[in-house]
């Protein structure tokens, strides 16, 4: 595929140039709105529909598809490129400061990526998942602290004086790892081992680990539920807690455990994410006034209350009585010591009232015994 070899030749401009069309086609009002926003610290999200991108070119949808870590980072570039470019065409760059925590935000739902290939249950996640684009459902089961995390550092190499950025990696528990030579390349290929920190360079971000469970209702008879832990960063943090069943889109990952002599490293499964959907907020396109709502709760309580005893007529204080027993009830102990159901106390009760209605109908007038 074409969006392979320009991922593996590294050669990504085609690729970020078709994406800023994208944004600039697409997505124009979220960066005029990024544009327009006076916050510099803040972290901007741009969520984009895969299934849009799909029909725009399916070229970029699939390298993002089968190497999502890779192509996530240069769209993030790309966003805070296309500000400069927005800035220009429409002529006041001057005023307008571009945002440098810009992030774009993958939404899965009604694209080709909601299949069982793709979006698997947590307790069938496997090896040959890991490295693509994934989508997860699951209850939040527990919720983490928000932490500062270290994300980006400078180095400055000693021979050629070129500077690069160095990421630290979540798997092996934020570790970083300078390369084992000078990374850049120019006119001269430098060979140069020795690296030196640039003071003041180091960028953190927001960060938080949760951890979702298998919704119960889809689950076989008999099933463990499983659970896998989500890593949070920046606008993604603190938006979930813990009992929200949520759609989780990233990336699966493995966390290294500690390094000890004679001891096996395990790997804890995790998943990056790139995008959170909260499913129990979801509301419907039509909007019911509150006065319908209510109409339709007192019509839908008397359906329910016509079927209890059809044949007696009337009666609906009663009924109702019986029914919410039915529903909230507890056992009922007099004062001799004798437990009893609550309907049937309610039942004596009613008809205690009837026979005392009786009798003293009776008494007034003997002829009137008809009830």
């Known amino acids: 595929m074409r969006a392979m070899e320009l991922a593996s030749t590294e050669n990504t401009d085609d690729i970020e140039q078709a994406f800023e069309r994208f944004?600039?086609?697409?997505?124009?009002?979220s960066l005029r709105s990024i544009l327009i926003s006076d916050d510099l610290t803040q972290h901007y999200p741009i969520l984009i529909d895969f299934a849009e991108l799909v029909d725009y070119d399916p070229t970029v949808a699939y390298g993002l598809f089968s190497q999502p870590s890779k192509l996530l980072y240069l769209f993030d570039k790309v966003a805070r490129r296309s500000q400069n470019t927005v800035a220009r065409t429409v002529g006041i760059d001057g005023y307008w400061k571009v945002k440098q925590f810009v992030h774009v935000r993958i939404n899965v739902t009604g694209s080709p990526l909601e299949f069982p290939e793709t979006f698997p249950s947590i307790g069938r996640l496997r090896v040959k998942h890991r490295g693509i684009l994934l989508t997860v459902k699951g209850t939040v089961i527990r919720t983490g602290a928000i932490k500062m995390i270290e994300r980006e550092r400078v180095y400055e190499c000693r021979k050629c004086r070129q500077r690069f950025e160095v990421w630290p990696e979540l798997e092996s528990g934020n570790a970083i790892k300078l390369p084992l030579f000078c990374p850049l390349r120019g006119s001269k290929t430098c060979d140069g081992t020795s690296f030196q920190f640039v003071p003041d360079s180091i960028v953190c971000h927001d960060y938080q680990e949760i951890k979702i469970q298998e919704c119960m209702q889809v689950l076989e008879v008999g099933s463990i539920p499983r659970s896998i832990p989500i890593?949070?960063?920046?606008?993604?943090?603190?938006?979930v807690k813990a009992g929200d069943d949520v759609i989780v889109t990233g990336v699966l990952s493995a966390k290294w455990s500690s390094d000890l002599k004679d001891v096996r490293c395990d790997l804890d499964p995790m998943i990056i994410a790139n995008h959170v959907r909260r499913t129990n907020e979801l509301r419907s396109e039509i909007e019911i006034p509150d006065d319908a709502i209510k109409s339709l709760r007192s019509s839908g309580r008397n359906v329910i209350?016509?079927?209890?005893?059809?044949?007696v007529f009337g009666l609906f204080t009663v009924k109702l009585a019986v029914a919410l027993t039915l529903i909230g009830g507890v056992q009922h102990v007099d004062a001799s010591g004798t437990k009893d159901e609550n309907?049937?106390?309610?039942v004596k009760k009613y008809i205690l009232v009837k026979v005392r209605r009786r009798l003293s109908r009776e008494y007034i007038d003997p002829k009137d015994t008809c009830e």
């Open 23 to 29: 944004l600039i086609d697409r997505h124009l009002p």
């Open 231 to 239: 890593i949070l960063m920046d606008d993604l943090v603190d938006v």
């Open 305 to 311: 209350l016509q079927g209890i005893c059809p044949q």
């Open 343 to 346: 309907v049937t106390s309610v």
